[in-house]
């Protein structure tokens, strides 16, 4: 019962791989748990990779603070991550929504779907199904399927030592996003972040940083651009996206791949709305960066020879050397200035905290 008690969710993870393990499976499944969507062999020419992911009010999401059109884009976003992290194009979703009465009698499924459609029109995905209940809390299944060239699929599981680690975009404004809403900031009104709601004694430039801030943590944009990229021109060794954290994601990649990583702190693209808020808010962009969760940004790796193939941005968006694997495994280590120590995984976990 207290091992049942202390057991997080990559605990429980690991031991229904174990007893995945000694079942039989199918041979078309090319990859099941233990990456960022499931693999499964479509034709001698294409795979398909499928994610799903929840969003549970209260927990992964503050109803208060998050206006419905940008939840719905988040619910689709998640996924599209997922399989962006895959190296694989989205196709086509499912999406499954039990909601209270009081939801359900609001714009709510209207202004949710809106925001679900544009996110969705804007990478050609379908939605193809899903399911709708009633129930005590807001609650959204998300899935994505996507195709990918045979055994084009990126793993976790495939990085080699002396590879360089990559991540796309910058790190920290989600995290810091989440520490706003919490300390009480609002997405403005029409939920673009575009008008700052504005406080007589505020700093104007203070203002869009925090509505910056709150845009990543409520409506982040899936780099599914360099997912493609990544994956068909065959760039990538390995590949998971940032959704727990960048030490915790770190971790799960060199675990799979059974190596280790070197990190230089000060190549970690800081998000420069954390910067300038930093020190008059208490949020530290290093800390934030390292272990704030949800950038959904892509952490990849590349081996030597391939570094100069990398494209400089795809869809605006450019990417940052972090780092190298080693060959020592699970070994995390991080270099700032003259000191280097272990980077421990703080992210994200869920039931870490039910210690009776
Ligand atoms: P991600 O953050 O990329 O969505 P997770 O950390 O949620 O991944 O999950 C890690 C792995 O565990 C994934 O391969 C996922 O499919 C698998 N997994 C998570 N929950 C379950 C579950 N309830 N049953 C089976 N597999 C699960
Ligand atoms: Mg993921």
Same mark, same amino acid.
Do not use: E, H, Q, W
């Given at each position: 019962m207290l091992f049942a008690a202390l057991m997080n969710e990559f605990d429980f993870i690991r031991r229904l791989r174990e007893q995945l393990s000694t079942r039989k499976t199918s041979? @078309? &499944? &090319? %990859?099941?748990?233990?990456?960022d969507a499931a693999v499964f062999r479509q034709s001698s020419d294409r795979d398909l990779v499928i994610s799903t992911d929840l969003l549970v009010e209260g927990i992964d999401f503050h109803r208060e603070a998050t206006p419905p059109r940008l939840l719905g884009h988040k619910a689709l976003a998640v996924s599209l991550s997922d399989i962006a992290a895959m190296g694989a194009r989205p196709l086509w979703s499912l999406v499954s929504i039990g909601l209270p009465q009081s939801a359900w009698d609001s714009d709510f499924k209207d202004e949710f779907f809106t925001g679900y459609f544009t996110l969705a029109d804007r990478f050609g995905v379908t939605l193809t199904g899903g399911d709708i209940s009633e129930s005590t809390q807001i609650v959204i299944d998300s899935i994505v399927v996507g195709e990918v060239s045979a055994g084009r699929a990126v793993m976790r599981s495939t990085a080699q030592p002396g590879d360089q680690i990559f991540v796309t975009g910058n790190l920290g404004g989600a995290a810091a996003g989440l520490k706003l809403i919490e300390l009480g900031a609002r997405v403005s009104a029409d939920g673009s972040g575009q008008e700052a709601d504005r406080? @007589?004694? %505020?700093d104007p430039s203070d203002d869009h940083a925090i509505q910056s801030l709150l845009l990543r943590q409520l409506a982040p944009e899936p780099r599914v651009g360099w997912g493609i990229v990544l994956g068909e021109e065959h760039l990538a060794t390995s590949m998971i996206d940032i959704s727990d954290g960048l030490s915790s994601d770190l971790h799960h990649l060199c675990n799979e791949s059974n190596v280790g990583a070197a990190i230089d702190a000060a190549s970690l693209p800081l998000d420069e709305n954390v910067v300038q808020l930093c020190g008059r808010r208490a949020l530290d962009p290093l800390a934030l960066a390292l272990h704030g969760g949800e950038d959904f940004e892509l952490l990849f790796t590349v081996s030597p020879e391939n570094v100069? @193939?990398?494209?400089? @941005?795809v869809d605006a968006v450019s990417c940052s050397r972090i780092g190298e694997l080693t060959d020592k495994p699970y070994a995390v280590l991080i270099q700032e200035k003259n000191r280097s120590w272990n980077l421990q995984p703080q992210g994200f976990t869920h039931f870490t905290r039910r210690v009776p």
């Open positions: 041979t @078309r &499944v &090319v %990859a099941a748990i233990g990456d406080r @007589r004694d %505020a100069s @193939r990398l494209p400089k @941005r």
